[in-house]
Every structure is written in C-alpha cells, then in structure tokens.
T-cell receptor
Framework: AQKVTQAQTEISVVEKEDVTLDCVYE???????LFWYKQPPSGELVFLIR??????QNEISGRYSWNFQKSTSSFNFTITASQVVDSAVYFC???????????????FGQGTTLQVKP | DSGVTQTPKHLITATGQRVTLRCSPR?????VYWYQQSLDQGLQFLIQ???????AKGNILERFSAQQFPDLHSELNLSSLELGDSALYFC?????????????FGPGTRLTVL
C-alpha cells in the first residue's frame, strides 16, 4: 500500500542552523513522483519541488536541497542557514503513476512543523 | 498567489446543513482536485475532475459530491453536515491531471460545523 511517513512532528531550530526534514515513502509502483509542499502560517500550500522515481540526482535551489535515495525510499529536505520565514509546516507527498491510474492523486505525509527562532 | 481561487474563505454552519464550496482553477489548467485537511486525518485526497469528467475518487463520503462545469470551475457540495466535517478544504489545479503535474493549491475554505 502507498504511504508517506514524516516521523518528525515538530522541529525547532535557531536561525542560521541547518535543518533536515525526513520523508520515507512506501509504494509498489515502479514509476512515481515525490513532492514537497510548504504550508506557512497563512495556510496556503506552496509547491516546492517535484522529483520522479528515475531521477536520483540531488537538487539544490538556493538554501533548499533535496536528497532522493531510492534504496532507502527516502526523499529528505534540507534547509541551509534557516531563517524565521522558513517557519511553516512542510509536507512530503507521493503520486503513483500506475497505482493511481496516473491521475495525480497526492498521498501526503502528516507534515513536519518547523519553527525557526530568531 | 497560485492563481487558484476558492470561495468562501470561511464558512460557519450548523449540523445537518448543506454547503457549497467553489473553486476556480488557474488559467489553462484542466484538472481540479479537492483535498480535506483536518487535525486527525491530515491532508486527504477527496476527488479529481479533468475537463468536466470525474477522474479519480478518494476518501470522499457519500454525503459529499462534486462537479466540474464547462468553464472548468468546480464545486464541492457537503450535505448533512456533522461536527467531524469541520476542516480546511483545499482545491488544487494542474494542467493535465497526471502524476507528474505540479498541483497548485488555492487558499482553502475553512469550514466550521457547530
């Protein structure tokens, strides 16, 4: 069965610290997509990144980086030199191609609340 | 701003009532998704439409229904409301409604059932 686990419920760091948010997924599908979304206190969900199951290259975007490891079914997200504005709930999500009929249905983890203190 | 609009922003109603939530997708997007976010269930997929047709169904209660109109806006109808239906309801849209498409989320409608 498909599942996304974000074991860290809450993380608190001090500004400028690096922080890694963990995401472990389960799927029997051979083709799938992984996503990260950010939900700031204002409530909307903001798309951060998409990764497909065939591309294990790490990605860096400014202070954000993502580490995809198929061998451990993980797709972890690191924020370097965290800032107060990074405080939000972060969701990891899975979209199966064959399992869902390629509908784009997203299966979300429970989310990790990140608090960055000044 | 994702380009997805949802109305109303807040809705307070009583048990047993019926409400309609409305969503307008981003310009050019053909697919609309509905998700429910609650404290106990987290973010859950409800239903997806693509170009007016139902494409996928998730954990949507029989009391809930949705449709997508020819102009591509969508409505989620919730009836016989219960206290447990209180949640944040998100609409998202994507270009083609397939697995690789990024979904862009609206600001959500917060439903409170008293």
């Amino acid at each position: 069965a498909q599942k996304v686990t974000q074991a860290q419920t809450e993380i608190s760091v001090v500004e400028k610290e690096d922080v890694t948010l963990d995401c472990v997924y389960e799927t029997r599908d051979t083709t799938y997509y992984l996503f990260w979304y950010k939900q700031p206190p204002s409530g909307e969900l903001v798309f951060l990144i998409r990764r497909n199951s065939f591309d294990e290259q790490n990605e860096i975007s400014g202070r954000y980086s993502w580490n995809f490891q198929k061998s451990t079914s993980s797709f972890n997200f690191t924020i370097t030199a965290s800032q107060v504005v990074d405080s939000a709930v972060y969701f990891c999500a899975l979209s199966e191609v064959h399992g869902s009929g390629n509908t784009g249905k997203l299966i979300f983890g429970q989310g990790t609340t990140l608090q960055v203190k000044p | 701003d994702s380009g997805v609009t949802q109305t109303p922003k807040h809705l307070i109603t009583a048990t047993g009532q019926r409400v309609t939530l409305r969503c307008s997708p981003r310009s050019g997007d053909l697919s609309v998704y509905w998700y429910q976010q609650s404290l106990d269930q987290g973010l859950q997929f409800l239903i997806q439409y693509y170009n007016g047709e139902e494409r996928a169904k998730g954990n949507i209660l029989e009391r809930f229904s949705a449709q997508q109109f020819p102009d591509l806006h969508s409505e989620l109808n919730l009836s016989s409301l219960e206290l447990g239906d209180s949640a944040l309801y998100f609409c998202a849209s994507s270009v083609e409604g397939q697995g690789y498409n990024e979904q862009f989320f609206g600001p959500g409608t917060r439903l409170t059932v008293l």
